[in-house]
């Protein structure tokens, strides 16, 4: 189930196919942003964990460097960090995430954009958190959805942004999965009814234009 997929020949294709200029000029109007960094945890990312994404060493360079470009741009980023125990999604997945466990600190390379970290306990990272009044103070139209896995917590957060009336944008090349199947999967569904799907050096064309 597992597979290094995370290509530029992938990217590339999921651009091609689920991009739409249209939809894309209805969101660009709208610069009040800020980027949602979703469980960017060693859990994912650091090979000892038994839920290691195995294309975590092509994805990991790429957002940072994104977000090296969005601190330039004053572009606030909003960290979510996961963790659950004995609960629904311990009977769901047959084990916990406990908050204090190591593997479920944020990655290393992740650190130096921390500002804001918010706690959650399920997909969602709108549910039962603070996450919908900080983007409400802060005057955010528009949320740009990152991190991990994209077919989970990545586009169950989207969604609900959707519904709450946010703009989302879900760069083709910002989340990470398991595979190119979910991967895919949820760009196609996205794409349709939710989010506008660019490449991340677009969505920083859009942000540092005038």
């Known amino acids: 189930m597992k597979e290094d997929y995370f290509t530029r020949e992938f990217i590339a294709e999921m651009r091609e196919r ?64 996961h963790h659950h125990e004995s609960d629904h999604m311990t009977r769901w997945w047959g084990g916990d995430m406990p908050k204090d466990d190591p593997l479920n600190e944020l990655f290393n390379d992740f650190r130096p954009f921390v500002r804001v970290v918010v706690e959650k306990n399920t997909y969602d990272a709108f549910y039962d958190t603070e996450l919908e009044t900080l983007l409400q103070k802060m005057g955010v139209e528009t949320v740009i959805i990152t991190g991990v896995m994209t077919h989970l917590c990545c586009e169950t957060t989207a969604r609900e942004a959707f519904v709450r009336g946010f703009n989302v944008v879900f760069p083709v090349d910002g989340t990470l999965t398991q595979n190119r199947h979910f991967h895919e999967g949820t760009l196609r569904n996205l794409s349709h009814g939710f989010a506008v799907t660019p490449l991340l050096r677009e969505v920083l064309e859009w942000l540092s234009s005038e």
Do not use: H
């Open 18 to 81: 689920y991009f739409r200029e249209r939809k894309w000029e209805r969101v660009r109007p709208f610069r009040r942003a800020a980027v949602l960094a979703i469980d960017l945890q060693r859990y994912f990312l650091s090979p000892e964990s038994r839920a290691f994404l195995p294309s975590a060493g092509r994805f990991v360079p790429g957002l940072v460097e994104f977000y090296s470009e969005l601190r330039e741009l004053q572009v606030p980023i909003i960290f979510t960090r």
